[in-house]
């Protein structure tokens, strides 16, 4: 699914002033806290009903502080931890995608404008949905998932679909494939999505880069090249081919 959000979307999703901040909050341990201590308490509390006929209120306050206090606290220790992780969203992004500061700002202000679409090879628009969905600009991709990455344009080497991703097993996969420059991140979304919702991704992106690999076989030069298994020549081929360009 690929889509331009209207503005009561971009307002939601730029509430807190970034909307890679939005995305980022998706994930954390303090999430996770926080969901087990929100069962925790009602739990106790439901102990502490049902015990209060049978044994009286003394013993059923005792179970209930037992049973839902440290559910209280690990819900109130979940926020403190989901919020010194999220304070740090802007370092997570430039630690992991080796963007600059100006690069997050620059990508910030073209998601304000027109042109900026979202996508996701699932179709729901709900806000943990948001969080999770991916960002192309005139001049980024945000992929998406929970892996704060950021990749530029002229940086991004490959985003194709295939039928044909082998997988360690020796079997093939259905799988959206996309790299750039730095070949330590790769990122696969195997058999989701249907084979026209991902090729309308891929063709959102070549639109705004003409340059980018959009095939997982191709020939230049009278050369071959495999985009998942030759993937360090295919970012050697590119990176000649934009020198070229610009020289």
């Known amino acids: 699914m690929v889509f331009e959000p209207n503005d ?3 307002r939601k999703m730029v509430k807190d002033g970034s909307v890679l901040k939005f995305m980022y909050s998706v994930a954390g341990v303090g999430k996770g806290l926080v969901a087990m201590g929100a069962m925790i308490v009602p739990i106790g509390v439901l102990l502490g009903v049902f015990l209060a006929d049978l044994l009286g209120a003394v013993p059923a306050v005792v179970v209930v502080a037992v049973s839902a206090v440290p559910g209280l606290l690990l819900i109130i220790g979940g926020m403190v931890l989901q919020n010194r992780r999220v304070s740090n969203w802007m370092n997570a992004y430039m630690k992991r995608s080796n963007v600059t500061e100006d690069d997050i700002h620059r990508l910030e202000q073209e998601f304000r404008q027109p042109g900026a679409v979202l996508f996701s090879v699932d179709r729901s628009k709900s806000t943990n949905s948001l969080k999770k969905m991916g960002i192309i ?111």
């Open 8 to 10: 009561k979307i971009k």
């Open 137 to 247: 600009t005139n001049h980024y991709v945000k992929f998406p998932g929970i892996i704060p990455y950021i990749v530029r344009q002229e940086d991004l080497v490959a985003f194709f679909y295939t039928k044909k991703y082998q997988c360690d097993d020796g079997g093939y996969d259905r799988a959206l494939v996309a790299y750039g420059t730095n070949s330590e991140f790769c990122y696969v979304e195997r058999e989701n999505g249907s084979e026209k919702a991902n090729l309308e991704i891929v063709q959102a992106v070549k639109d705004r880069n003409p340059m980018v690999i959009t095939d997982h076989h191709f020939a230049y030069e009278g050369k071959t090249y495999d985009a998942v298994r030759g993937l360090d020549d295919v970012i050697a081929l590119h990176k000649r081919v934009r020198a070229q360009q610009q020289a």
